[in-house]
């Protein structure tokens, strides 16, 4: 049930929530009602109302807020609105960074005498007088032979100018050694408020840059081989294409300023049994060969994904795969009968290691998955995986030209999230 709280300072608020330190009783997302932390809006008269803001992905960038209240569902644009914030820490307030744009809902990232604000992949410094972008772009200059490319950094003026005086003589070294990324802004802010004995907020410190979670996954995986370099006078086929599939890993996701972005890291154990069969004819001889083995690889890919769609609970992603395949052939026995059809005829009966691999591929693959949530603790997962191995498999046939298998390997996948 949301709490609506009425903030009794209100001239304090309005002069203090734009620039400088904000107070708790305005960014805390602690719902003083339940207990617990909740999303929350304030209107420009200073109310504060507690309830859920509809989103699929922790973003931060909001054109527009939809807040469920007591069962009541409304919009909110810039215009509506003083700000709003979400349980786990994000504030924003509606600010004008520019005269073009208007009225926008912008992230604070940190509150003080100095302000540092985000919207749209660019960070800005409020200091209650004007709102500064923090600017650094690269320059082609003219050189000798060949132009170079130079990177200005005008941000580091502009934060030597903001914290001028005895604690931002301190900082130049610093200012001067930082990167436009959230996480130098931070410092240099932080130890410039702690030398100057000013009161500060970080909006961001329960809100981590990345996490982290283990996974399993359990599958079936099948085989579709195509071979080249052959004559079309062979005639081969495969009994069996399925085998298992394993694995474990790492998923990096939740990024802070990429929560759609993830990547994972697996180690896995493929295995399949192999039966093989094929046929040759020319001049006066007829020759057959079989093979049975079973193949065991141990694989290590390497994923990107993009989550496209979130709904009804259910996250959906597509992801791009590039790994490592170990591959090895054991009781890698085939047979070959040569017969001859001419003046004498006979059968010769060989044993030989017709199948061969490499020891090591880099395989390239797609991937599309979902997710959901089954507890606090887990989600559930399934993937259909594809991966392509050239030249995977060289069939070596005594008296004749050795030809390849190209590779083709699906497979499907279910696991857990921890």
Same mark, same amino acid.
């Given at each position: ?202 909006? &961001? ?6 996490? *982290? %979670?283990? #996974?399993?996954?359990?599958? =079936?995986?099948?085989?579709? /081989? ?120 006979? &059968? ?6 017709? *199948? %061969?691999? #490499?020891?090591?591929?880099? =395989?390239?693959?797609?991937? /599309? ?50």
């Amino acid at each position: 049930m949301a709490i609506v709280l009425i903030l009794t300072s209100l001239p304090f608020f309005q002069a203090q929530a734009q620039s400088g330190y904000i107070e708790e009783n305005i960014w805390s997302s602690l719902d003083p009602g339940r207990g617990i932390a909740s999303d929350f809006v304030i209107f420009p008269n200073g109310t504060k109302v507690f309830g859920q803001i509809q989103r699929n992905y922790d973003v931060t960038d909001y054109s527009e807020v939809v807040f469920v209240s007591q069962g009541n569902t409304q919009v909110f644009g810039p215009k509506d609105l003083y700000g709003f914030g979400i349980e786990n820490g994000r504030f924003f307030l509606s600010k004008t960074l520019s005269e073009e744009s208007g009225r926008e809902f912008v992230q604070v990232i940190f509150s003080g005498k100095l302000q540092l604000d985000y919207k749209n992949g660019n960070y800005y410094i409020d200091n209650g007088i004007e709102i500064q972008k923090l600017r650094a772009f690269y320059q082609i200059t003219p050189g000798a032979g060949t132009s170079k490319q130079r990177r200005i950094k005008l941000y580091i003026s502009t934060l030597k100018v903001l914290t001028a005086g005895e604690c931002g003589f301190q900082l130049i070294d610093l200012i001067e050694k930082s990167r436009l990324e959230e996480q130098d802004l931070i410092r240099i802010l932080t130890q410039f408020h702690e030398c100057e004995q000013l009161p500060y907020k970080l909006h &961001v410190e329960k809100i981590p840059f990345v996490k *982290f %979670s283990p #996974t399993v996954a359990f599958g =079936v995986g099948a085989d579709f /081989l195509q071979s080249h370099s052959r004559s079309e006078k062979y005639k081969g086929a495969f009994s069996s294409i399925l085998g298992y599939r394993v694995s474990a890993g790492i998923k990096l996701h939740d990024f802070r300023r990429s929560p759609k972005s993830s990547f994972e890291i697996r180690a896995g154990y493929v295995t399949r049994p192999v039966d093989f069969e094929t046929s040759f004819s020319y001049s006066v001889n007829d020759i057959t060969a079989s093979a049975q083995f079973e193949e065991k690889s141990i694989v290590i890919p390497v994923s990107y994904s993009y989550s496209f769609l979130k709904r009804g609970g259910m996250d959906y992603y597509l992801g791009l795969v590039g790994g490592v395949w170990m591959s090895k052939l054991d009781n890698n026995k085939g047979f070959v009968d040569d017969a001859y059809n001419g003046g004498m005829e006979g &059968v010769l009966i060989m044993e030989s290691q017709l *199948f %061969s691999t #490499t020891d090591l591929k880099i =395989v390239p693959g797609i991937k /599309l998955g979902a997710s959901i949530p089954i507890s606090h603790s887990f989600d559930l997962f399934a993937e259909v995986e594809a991966q392509y191995l050239r030249d995977f498999y060289t069939v070596s046939i005594p008296n004749l030209p050795q030809y390849y298998y190209n590779r083709t390997y699906v497979s499907f996948q279910i696991g857990l999230e921890l």
